[in-house]
């Protein structure tokens, strides 16, 4: 974080995954139930291993030609996982206490890599879906992460300025678009946020 402390900002931003809610386990098996559905077994331990959530990543990482593996249908079988099993989805109390603290004082956004149908039905899960969020996802921008273009478009949203507004992340490439969209960070890996 760069801002003073006790600094109060405008508005509040936090990641999902990882963030404001444990998905990685639902993510990892999403990804090896889409990737079983077009014929490619890997153990978890291997989705585990480096987590790669897209199909071009998969693509590179299993040297794969685009044919094998098709964002739309390697996306259409995670997403069928993933609003299937969303039992495993764990809130993380200090992350729903730090979200409903801010809503209190300001406006509230969500900013993830993930589509945002899915970030809202996991804000259901994890009982945050009654505070006020605006929800930028993947698919209302044309980069996402570690691109500042999300974090860039929420600040629009929550006509905020983006020096006016912290971010809330827990990956490099999240801290990274937060900080190039000109935003103070909180880096939730390096805090008792659990």
């Not at 490619?40 to 990482?61: D, K, N, S």
């Not at 983006?162 to 900080?179: K, M, Q, S, V, Y």
């Amino acid at each position: 974080m760069t801002g003073g402390p006790g600094r109060a900002y405008a508005a509040y931003l936090f990641d999902f995954d990882g963030t404001l809610a444990d998905t990685a386990d639902v993510n990892q098996r999403a990804v090896q139930a889409s990737l079983a559905a077009h014929g490619i077994t890997v153990t978890l331990a291997w989705v585990e291993a480096e987590p790669a959530f897209t199909a071009a990543r998969l693509r590179r990482r299993l040297t794969l030609p685009p044919v094998d593996l098709p964002e739309d249908t390697f996306a259409e079988a995670a997403r069928a996982y993933w609003f299937a099993n969303t039992d495993r989805i764990r809130p993380i109390a200090a992350a729903a206490n730090a979200a409903r603290e801010a809503a209190e004082r300001a406006a509230i956004a969500v900013v993830s890599a993930n589509y945002a149908d899915i970030v809202r039905h996991g804000l259901r899960v994890v009982g945050l879906d009654d505070l006020s969020w605006i929800v930028v996802g993947r698919q209302d921008t044309p980069r996402t992460k570690p691109y500042p273009d999300g974090y860039l478009h929420a600040a629009d949203l929550l006509g905020t300025d983006p020096d006016n507004c912290l971010a809330h992340e827990d990956t490099d490439e999240g801290i990274t678009a937060a900080r190039a969209a000109g935003m103070d960070v909180v880096d939730v890996r390096r805090r008792p946020w659990r």
